[in-house]
């Protein structure tokens, strides 16, 4: 989501999505019920939030206001006063976690800008895999960028655009970006939200009462009593004027859609639906698989909190090994990778976790957790075990290995700082210090979401992460292996 280097070398071990959106219009208290919707988003980014809200006047037109600032949305937004500044009928909104260099408030969304045409919000989940050129190009024609956010691409070229009606200019726009996206976008007409033509990022829509709703995922829905409709469909853009017209546009033709199956993995919450599917009974089938492709003989299936919990029980359940909680979380304590500095990041691994020492003391046990990336976290988690009594540790991946970094709105290291990219699985068993160490299959997480196996001539999912499959063009990467043909440094935030 910003436009310096997304894989600067950092000292995190969980993948990180990196925002999460919300909209809503035709409701009463639309910034209310959108600060509740980012709240059941929090988990996709805890860094930063932002509410932008419309307020339409009886004669015509209407003002934009805008709320934003580092923390949590019940930080930024603890008080009826702090709502009370957004009035209005339609908002959006948006939590990140940004990367290295673009943690400002300059950066936080939704991103504003008067154009021709009037106020544009715009509020963006994923990333723009050729925005530094795109950035190179419009700033030696005279723009001048405000942020160094890959979205604010978006909106310059809204504005340069010679189409007549902001909707082809905006259908323009994203003709020439690559990349991953879910956009929700607000005009004085109303909202527009759109997925990109792979439908890498998820967008949901719903209703209650008159009023319709979007967000990254269902949970936000259940939160505010909303009623899912279905979701946004890959390459689709979907407007709702204020009287509470529906009109839906496909600009970009039928492509094959490769949503992100770390989706399913890790990113959205349990207790949401993604393409239908609840997640959490995905997490159980994906446990399950691992029991079958990767035995062993223990006493206890234990889980990593809180994200290994769904794939222990189907882990479990296969293989009639007893489930328990042998590690504690303290739920006092954010996201260990949500942590900006290094100093904080190390603190929080040692005070996340504790192991349950009476019930792990003298047994041998499965430990389950969704993924490993550079290894410090599980050998962490192993250790403790192991200082806890544990007479072995087996541990169990509910993901293939992350061999590869991910450009589409996922943080990442660079592939250098990946353990499955530059190790086999048995050096990354030594590494950590487990007893056995084995992951899911990339045919069995297929499996586990439904599908026969994984289509290799055309993938369901955009899983590159994994495989280095990668579905669209990277430009910007491009660039970089080859930096003779940047002519212009891309501004960093102090």
Request: overall charge negative; aromatic content about 6%.
């Amino acid at each position: 989501m910003n436009l310096t280097h997304p894989f600067l070398d950092r000292d995190g071990d969980k993948l990180r999505e990196e925002c999460g959106i919300f909209g809503v219009i035709g409701a009463k208290d639309a910034a209310a019920m959108t600060a509740l919707g980012l709240h059941a988003l929090q988990h996709r980014g805890q860094e930063a939030v932002g509410i932008t809200s419309f307020e339409g006047h009886a004669k015509g037109g209407g003002e934009f206001y805008s709320r934003r600032g580092i923390g949590h949305v019940a930080q930024v937004f603890s008080s009826p006063d702090s709502l009370a500044e957004l009035p209005g009928h339609m908002a959006s909104g948006h939590v990140r976690y940004s990367t290295t260099g673009g943690s400002g408030l300059r950066n936080v969304q939704p991103l504003f800008a008067d154009l021709a045409s009037g106020g544009f919000a715009i509020a963006h989940n994923g990333n723009i895999s050729n925005a530094m050129r795109l950035k190179r190009d419009l700033v030696q024609k005279g723009a001048i960028f405000q942020s160094t956010s890959d979205t604010e691409v978006i909106i310059h070229l809204v504005a340069t655009s010679r189409y007549p009606t902001l909707l082809d200019r905006f259908v323009d726009a994203l003709r020439m970006v690559e990349g991953a996206y879910s956009l929700i976008c607000m005009t004085k007409e109303g909202i527009i939200a759109c997925r990109d033509p792979l439908g890498i990022r998820p967008l949901v829509m719903g209703r209650i009462g008159d009023a319709i709703v979007f967000a990254s995922e269902t949970v936000a829905f259940d939160v505010i009593g909303a009623e899912l409709i279905r979701s946004i469909e890959p390459g689709e853009l979907v407007q709702v004027d204020h009287a509470g017209t529906i009109s839906s546009h496909r600009p970009f033709g039928q492509q094959s859609p490769r949503p992100c199956i770390f989706e399913h993995v890790y990113f959205s919450r349990p207790d949401s639906l993604m393409d239908g599917q609840s997640v959490y009974e995905v997490r159980k089938r994906i446990g399950m698989e691992l029991a079958k492709e990767a035995p062993a003989q223990a006493d206890l299936v234990i889980p990593v909190p809180d994200s290994g919990v769904p794939a222990a029980i189907g882990y479990a359940q296969q293989s009639g090994i007893p489930f328990e909680l042998g590690i504690i979380r303290s739920h006092y304590v954010g996201r260990t990778f949500i942590q900006p500095s290094d100093g904080a990041r190390h603190a929080d691994v040692k005070r996340k976790h504790n192991a349950n020492r009476a019930l792990v003391e003298g047994r041998k046990i499965i430990l389950i957790d969704d993924s490993i990336v550079r290894g410090t976290t599980s050998m962490k988690i192993v250790q403790m075990m192991r200082d806890a009594g544990a007479a072995e540790v087996h541990m169990r991946i509910a993901s293939p290995p992350t061999e590869h970094s991910c450009f589409y709105g996922v943080d990442t290291p660079e592939r250098s700082k990946l353990l499955a990219a530059q190790m086999d699985i048995a050096a990354m068993a030594d590494f950590i210090h487990a007893d056995s160490l084995a992951f899911v299959s990339i045919d069995g997480l297929y499996r586990a979401v439904g599908e026969a196996k994984r289509k290799p001539a055309c993938p369901q999912f955009c899983d590159a992460c994994f495989t280095g499959d990668y579905p669209t063009t990277l430009t910007d990467h491009t660039d970089r292996e080859a930096p003779d043909l940047l002519t212009l440094p891309v501004n960093k935030v102090a």
